[in-house]
T-cell receptor
Framework: GAGVSQTPSNKVTEKGKYVELRCDPI?????LYWYRQSLGQGPEFLIY????????DSGLPNDRFFAVRPEGSVSTLKIQRTERGDSAVYLC???????????FGNGTRLTVT | GEDVEQSLFLSVREGDSSVINCTYT??????LYWYKQEPGAGLQLLTY???NMDMKQDQRLTVLLNKKDKHLSLRIADTQTGDSAIYFC?????????WGLGTSLAVNP
């Protein structure tokens, strides 16, 4: 596609539920990033994929968070046992190479009630 | 550690120039970026500069880089109400991009 696509654009879930957020990067971009952004803050790094493997997952806050990219293209961020503090906008970005700019999707706004 | 700092707010009159400043700490950064975020929207890449450049101009946007002082600025000429947004500075440290908190630009008619 023309840009990074994220679905759903909005997700409301109850505390304790499981959610999956999807990212479809720009075609040909081998690097894919997940960030989280809370109101009034800059993006907070979560995880970075180079191809199919997670090159750096040091930003994942705890073991309730997990992400996959099985074929090196689409990625899914999975959050188990959601908590109210997980509410944020989850941003996905992709880039062509390590020194290329990141291109962001419009994000998924997650609200945990 | 790595850090990027920006002033949080800037208010200008329509038609004036806006200058948004940023300081960073990682001297090994290869690229420095400016992103724009409008309310409820994702991050839009505005422009970026390679670390061996001092200046880059793109239409109404001018980026100045002082590598010695680790200072980056974004100048928007003839600022319009559509330029009202949050502007983020980011450096390409350690492959993860290190972000500032963003500067909220308000353009008054």
């Amino acid at each position: 596609g023309a840009g990074v696509s994220q679905t759903p654009s909005n997700k409301v879930t109850e505390k304790g539920k499981y959610v999956e957020l999807r990212c479809d990067p720009i075609s040909g971009h081998t690097a894919l990033y997940w960030y989280r952004q809370s109101l009034g803050q800059g993006p907070e790094f979560l995880i970075y994929f180079q191809g199919t493997g997670a090159a750096d997952d040091s930003g994942l806050p705890n073991d309730r968070f997990f992400a996959v990219r099985p074929e090196g293209s689409v990625s899914t961020l999975k959050i188990q046992r959601t908590e109210r503090g997980d509410s944020a906008v989850y941003l996905c970005a992709s880039r062509l190479g390590v020194n290329s700019p990141l291109h962001f999707g419009n994000g998924t706004r997650l609200t945990v009630t | 550690g790595e850090d990027v700092e920006q002033s949080l707010f800037l208010s200008v009159r329509e038609g004036d120039s806006s200058v948004i400043n940023c300081t960073y700490t990682d001297s090994s950064s290869t690229y420095l970026y400016w992103y724009k975020q409008e309310p409820g929207a994702g991050l839009q890449l505005l422009t970026y500069i390679f670390s061996n450049m001092d200046m880059k101009q793109d239409q109404r946007l001018t980026v100045l880089l002082n590598k010695k002082d680790k200072h980056l600025s974004l100048r928007i000429a003839d600022t319009q109400t559509g330029d009202s947004a949050i502007y983020f500075c980011a450096e390409s440290g350690n492959r993860k991009l290190i972000w500032g908190l963003g500067t909220s630009l308000a353009v008054n008619p």
